[in-house]
């Protein structure tokens, strides 16, 4: 009897270093998981980042050909009514060039 104990003790430590060995033969592993993670996130990221990048030029180059069609549309609306006008009055243009002399 006197030696069941003692067996029973040397048994649990025997137990206890198996697992704590065991846990730490998967630390590495842990690690390399955890370390993983922000290594994912971070890629992720970046490819997201160039795809807003990619689409912010989109719109700016829709902004500006926008812009610029609606430049050309006012400029040429406006050179339409500014070549009519003098045409119209032909008048008040010859005014203007007989007071020129």
Not at 62 to 77: N, S
């Amino acid at each position: 009897m006197a030696e069941e104990p003692d067996n029973l003790v040397r048994l649990m430590l025997r137990n206890i270093r198996g697992e704590s060995s065991a846990l730490f033969d998967a630390m590495p592993a842990r690690f390399d998981a955890i370390e993983a993670a922000p290594k994912e996130v971070r890629l992720t990221v970046t490819s997201r980042d160039l795809r807003f990048d990619a689409l912010e030029e989109r719109v700016e180059t829709i902004r500006e050909g926008a812009v610029t069609a609606i430049g050309y549309a006012a400029h040429a609306g406006r050179a339409h009514i500014n070549l009519r006008k003098p045409v119209a009055d032909p008048a008040r243009r010859f005014e203007n060039l007989e007071a020129a002399r």
